[in-house]
């Protein structure tokens, strides 16, 4: 694994369910703010929206109301009342749980809603959330939380040939840089066998060419000498 990532904090690891559902309260107070704090329909909506969502998800009313029990306790979510509200909604609390700024929260919600990414990716990915200069200001975002104790984003090593790193949160535990890596590892492997597959099949059929030729300047050189028998 990545040894410039610090280790976890495992007591406090998130399911899949929880990341989607703080995640999806983020994106929307960025991109729906009128209709924030989100009820738990319009929340379940957005767990199960099949748009910029990696992997998409089904996920029903009890179960978002059971992660949302769990997150209120956890003090990551509020449940907020409001005068004349006949349903209760709910707001995320990652910005103070950890002490996040608007563009870290933006990377950290697009990691969490669309699964591992480069720097690139992010930028083109977080919209109306925060608006990135360039991807530098990314990174500088990214190494911000890859540093964080405990850190909330790690950094997969580099498959060899490959020219930009990519990223995940740590939400759920490290275990997704070490799959990540050995997907990498694998995929090189397979990549450079290919490759050597490739590199022999080339020579067999420059071979046989070769072969072709000869045959027939020995055939064009056995017509000429007839002409002179």
Not at 85 to 114: G, P
Not at 144 to 160: M, T
């Amino acid at each position: 694994m990545n040894q410039e990532n610090a280790s976890v904090d495992t007591q406090n690891l998130l399911d899949s369910f929880e990341v989607r559902v703080l995640a999806v309260l983020a994106e929307k107070e960025a991109f729906t703010p009128d209709t924030y704090p989100l009820s738990l329909n319009a929340l379940v909506n957005g767990c199960n929206q099949l748009s910029s969502r990696d992997p998409v998800m089904s996920i029903s009313d009890a179960t978002v109301q059971d992660v949302l029990d769990r997150l209120v306790q956890r003090k990551l979510v509020a449940e907020v009342s409001q005068a004349g509200a006949r349903v209760a909604k709910y707001e995320h609390r990652m910005r103070i749980k950890w002490a996040l700024e608007q563009d870290k929260l933006s990377i950290l919600t697009v990691l969490m809603l669309r699964g591992v990414q480069t720097a690139g990716e992010i930028r083109s990915r977080v919209g109306r959330m925060h608006e990135f200069a360039s991807v530098a200001e990314v990174e500088t975002g990214l190494q911000f939380l890859v540093d964080k104790y405990p850190p909330l984003v790690g950094r997969i090593a580099r498959a060899p040939g490959t020219k930009e790193s990519r990223y995940a949160h740590l939400l759920s535990g490290e275990e997704i840089l070490e799959r990540q890596e050995l997907i990498a590892g694998s995929v090189t492997e397979a990549t450079s066998g290919l490759s050597r597959a490739d590199r022999i099949e080339q020579l067999e059929q420059e071979v046989a060419r070769l072969t072709d030729a000869v045959a027939s300047l020995t055939q064009q050189f056995e017509n000429f000498k007839k002409q002179f028998e």
